[in-house]
């Protein structure tokens, strides 16, 4: 399966680099670290924007999330087919996460939101919007995960919240940082 993946995301690289954001995909690493910022117990659905590969879903499921509970949002089509047929009991949407009211609607709230969107990649309002959709979104108490390479976070918290570094991951190519958001 690594090497399958492997393939995949060096042909989606190569067709959007843009959008993938990466050299390689996540590693297992950078995947359970995320993972770990979230909470099992909490009731709700989790959603996850940008899963690639599916590394981070698989950490989540494995961190105690019944597939069922997992939303997550893919904007390439090729990474969307591939996770639906990896987690078929993961809902899998293709569309667009920095467009949440067309991709999902209105009202769904969320126990916690994972991404592994390449936020630098995109401008700085783009970033901003897309932190209040999230934020509008997040049950009470619910944290918003964000992984970047960058050396700050890479969108500010939303004023009434705060952003603190969960972890460094050495053993991802790059290496990245684990950013909580929350109130």
Same mark, same amino acid.
């Given at each position: =399966? ?31 670290? =995320? ?149």
């Amino acid at each position: =399966m690594f090497l399958a993946d492997q393939l995949r995301f060096l042909g989606r690289l190569a067709a959007n680099p843009h959008h993938v954001g990466a050299v390689a995909p996540s590693s297992k690493r950078l995947a359970r670290a =995320m993972a770990a910022e979230t909470d099992p117990a909490r009731r709700g659905r989790v959603l996850e924007l940008g899963p690639g590969t599916g590394v981070v879903t698989e950490a989540l499921i494995a961190r105690g999330f019944a597939p069922e509970r997992i939303t997550a949002i893919e904007f390439d089509e090729h990474f969307a087919l591939a996770l639906r047929d990896r987690c078929s009991s993961v809902r899998v949407i293709h569309g667009d996460a920095f467009q949440l009211a067309n991709t999902l609607g209105d009202g769904a709230c969320f126990a916690a939101v994972v991404s592994s969107l390449p936020l630098l990649n995109f401008p700085l309002t783009s970033r901003q919007s897309l932190i209040a959709d999230i934020f509008a979104r997040l049950e009470p108490g619910a944290s918003f995960i964000q992984f970047s390479y960058g050396l700050s976070p890479p969108v500010a918290a939303p004023v009434g919240a705060c952003v603190k570094l969960a972890a460094r991951v050495w053993l991802n190519l790059p290496p990245a940082k684990v950013w909580v958001y929350g109130r």
